[in-house]
């Protein structure tokens, strides 16, 4: 295990709910991105285990599907497979989930 994947462990308590955004899901598909580590840690270790649930709004749903619908249809069933597999909730945005993410992200950055 790699020191980033040690910090992600400690620092994402085990039962937390996981919110994902668009950059998270093409990361791991893609493979290849800085954050693609990371993001194969949060799906691999944390979601697929069952060690953290996790949710996507539908619009960021509807971001990851944007590539896929280029491609073809073959690419969309593949996408979405791929959230259905790992059990990935989709909520509907609304104005307090969107209040409550800009909160998050101005603390966090």
Do not use: C, H, K
Not at 64 to 93: C, K, N, T
């Amino acid at each position: 295990m790699s020191v980033r994947e040690r910090e992600l462990e400690r620092t994402i308590e085990a039962g937390a709910l996981l919110a994902l955004d668009a950059s998270t899901v093409l990361a791991y598909l893609g493979g290849n991105e800085a954050a693609s580590p990371a993001a194969t840690w949060v799906f691999d270790a944390a979601i697929a285990t069952g060690r953290n649930p996790a949710l996507l709004s539908t619009v960021t749903a509807g971001e990851v599907l944007v590539r896929p619908f280029r491609a073809g249809s073959a690419a969309v069933g593949v996408v979405e497979g791929f959230l259905q597999f790992f059990g990935l909730r989709l909520v509907d945005v609304t104005f307090d989930v969107d209040r409550e993410a800009a909160r998050i992200r101005a603390i966090t950055g």
